[in-house]
């Protein structure tokens, strides 16, 4: 069969479907890196959808939005700079700071796919516009300043020699190099942050840059697309998919278009009926924030109960990192990468390339939350929140048999009038999630 191709109006974009290969992989590393992860420092305050947007700007948890929170000029980023660097500090200051001299891409290649991750998702240009990657349209970039590395091309290579996907992250609608004006709420997005034509040509242009240099399996446009060159959307995602067959693309283009959904904290609508994408940082924050410890990210329990959920409904899990600007991934990020990938490793039969099951996830009386998927006519079955010691369940109007993933656990099933019993005799908080089976 010829390969599809792809025109540039509605029409055609619109027959793409979600590649195969996108929902089979359940697992993805995002990585939020730049200027920065230097400063590393953000209020922990909520997660995105908690509050109103005014007060969410002023108060912005997310550390790679430094530059605006500073230039708010007020709140916690604004006092915590005057107090540690004075107020002649510049945000262009701290480019020289990043060196990533520690950084080993081959590494971290190696440390995603022993987290389970199958592909990788890497800012290639967050909002402050600089890019980790030469751009031939500015040299405001990482091999002309700061790392004088080509972040992308050399992760890029790393994470498919590992076998892992590589996807990129373009900040499309803003870029504060083009816009001074701060963000103060959710209006600017789409008002104050791009509002010339000189921008809509250079977002165009570098965006075709990194489908033509990269060919990224997934192109991860942040917020939306320039007002001033919508009609080239559909120009830029046929050029795309010709280009890269098993390419994907998420939701933020303006509600015109997506592949996948997305889903950022509380923010984002999203159901079983159509394929999605969870994004969050371990802690509250996407770039590395100093300010949070070990005690501030999400526990492991929590996260591996939340890639199951997630699976269970759709959804694929895009996990985020925020590197330190020598290039060292936080060791209390490493920890959780390292304990989800030894948990996948006994339980992945259930997760990667399954499908929904018609089960839909519950949370039964005893508050155990149970989750399912199926594969090749195989239900999977993930006891989220069991206590120590015994754990009794019924799987309602199941009949067929159940086995865990993880040999270690001790069950036994019965066959009752509502369903099959359950009962796990030896729960260990180190199972976390237990996942059963029906395999053979
Ligand atoms: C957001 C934020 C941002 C983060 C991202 C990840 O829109 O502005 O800092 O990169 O989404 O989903």
Avoid at 3 to 28: A, I, L, M
Avoid at 355 to 371: A, F, K, P, Q, T
């Amino acid at each position: 069969m010829s390969k599809k191709r792809y025109t540039g109006n509605w029409e055609s974009v619109n027959q793409h479907e979600v590649p195969k290969w996108y929902d089979d992989c359940k697992f993805g590393i995002f990585i939020h890196w730049g200027i920065y992860s230097v400063p590393a420092f953000a209020p922990h305050t909520w997660e995105l959808g908690e509050v109103d947007s005014k007060e969410w700007f002023a108060d912005n948890p997310y550390a790679e939005w430094y530059y605006n929170s500073l230039n708010i000029g007020k709140g916690p980023t604004y006092e915590h700079h005057i107090e540690t660097y004075g107020k002649d500090f510049k945000y262009e200051d701290f480019i020289p700071m990043w060196k990533a001299e520690n950084w080993n891409p081959a590494q971290w290649a190696e440390l995603f796919k022993e987290a389970g991750a199958q592909y990788v998702v890497l800012t290639t240009k967050h909002h402050d516009g600089f890019c980790l990657y030469p751009s031939k349209y500015t040299d405001f970039n990482c091999v002309k300043m700061g790392p004088k590395k080509d972040i992308t091309g050399e992760l890029t290579k790393a994470v498919r020699d590992a076998g892992l996907r590589m996807g990129l992250y373009y900040s499309g609608l803003i870029d504060w190099q083009f816009a001074n004006d701060p963000i103060y709420e959710d209006d600017d997005l789409f008002g104050t942050a791009s509002p010339t034509f000189a921008y809509a040509d250079y977002s165009y242009n570098q965006m075709m840059e990194l489908v033509d240099n990269y060919e990224p399996s997934v192109f991860w446009n942040d917020i939306g697309w320039p007002k001033q060159s919508e009609e080239a959307m559909p120009y830029f995602l046929a050029h795309y998919y010709n280009k890269v067959e098993e390419g994907v693309v998420n939701d933020r283009f303006n509600d015109r278009y997506h592949d996948f959904l997305t889903k950022e904290y509380k923010s984002g609508k999203v159901d079983r009926t159509n394929k999605w994408e969870m994004c969050r940082g371990m802690g509250l924050s996407f770039g590395y924030n100093a300010n949070e410890g070990d005690d501030k990210l999400i526990s492991v329990p929590d996260l591996i109960a939340l890639l199951v959920a997630t699976v269970a409904n759709n959804g694929n899990l895009l996990l985020n990192i925020g590197p330190k600007a020598d290039g060292t991934i936080p060791e209390e990020q490493v920890k959780r990468l390292k304990i989800l990938g030894a948990w996948l490793n006994v339980n992945g039969e259930g997760i990667y390339g399954t499908r929904c099951s018609d089960r839909e996830s519950e949370i039964l009386e005893n508050g155990v939350e149970l989750h399912y998927t199926q594969k090749d006519g195989n239900l999977n079955v993930f006891a989220v929140g069991l206590k120590e010691g015994e754990n009794e369940f019924v799987i309602k109007g199941y009949r067929g048999e159940l086995r865990p993933f993880e040999k270690a656990v001790e069950m036994e099933t019965e066959a009752c009038p509502d369903g099959l019993k359950v009962r796990i005799k030896n729960y260990r908080e180190d199972f976390y999630t237990v996942g059963m089976t029906s395999a053979k």
